[in-house]
């Protein structure tokens, strides 16, 4: 029997009038996922969005509990989503989506019972340029 190995990743191009730009999503492994999705340092002062999402990569539904706090570790928000097999949940721009006042210093703690791959994608308004974080587990 022959085991073959698959590497995938994902680049989101847009154009406008300025030209093309985008960001690239890195594939990572399965076996580096694991139940909890932590993410900081994020923004939604600026003049940009910030967007998070997280993937279900497993052949079970996921229920992804998500906590946004402040530099002080204030819950701003909580949020329980379900996302199906294979599947993903992205919310756009949170400032709006879920009500967090502009500030620096934020941060996402996502937690499942299964492996999940959660991040998030903040997006310069004015040139489209962005950045992408891959939610890390402090406790893996």
Not at 33 to 52: K, M, P
Not at 94 to 121: N, R, T, W
Request: aromatic share 10%.
């Amino acid at each position: 029997m022959c085991r073959r190995s698959v590497l995938a990743r994902s680049e989101r191009l847009a154009c406008a009038q300025a030209g093309q730009f985008g960001q690239g999503i890195p594939g990572i492994g399965y076996g580096a996922l694991n139940r909890q999705a932590f993410l900081y340092g994020l923004s939604t002062a600026s003049a940009g969005r910030l967007n998070v999402g997280v993937t279900n990569p497993n052949n079970v539904t996921a229920t992804v509990a998500i906590y946004v706090t402040d530099r002080e570790g204030t819950v701003l928000h909580t949020r329980d989503v379900t996302v199906p097999p294979h599947s993903y949940a992205q919310f756009n721009d949170i400032k709006a989506v879920f009500g967090i006042p502009p500030q620096d210093a934020l941060a996402i703690d996502m937690y499942s019972q299964e492996l999940i791959y959660g991040y998030a994608s903040e997006v310069r308004n004015d040139t489209g340029d962005a950045a992408f974080t891959f939610g890390l587990s402090p406790n893996s």
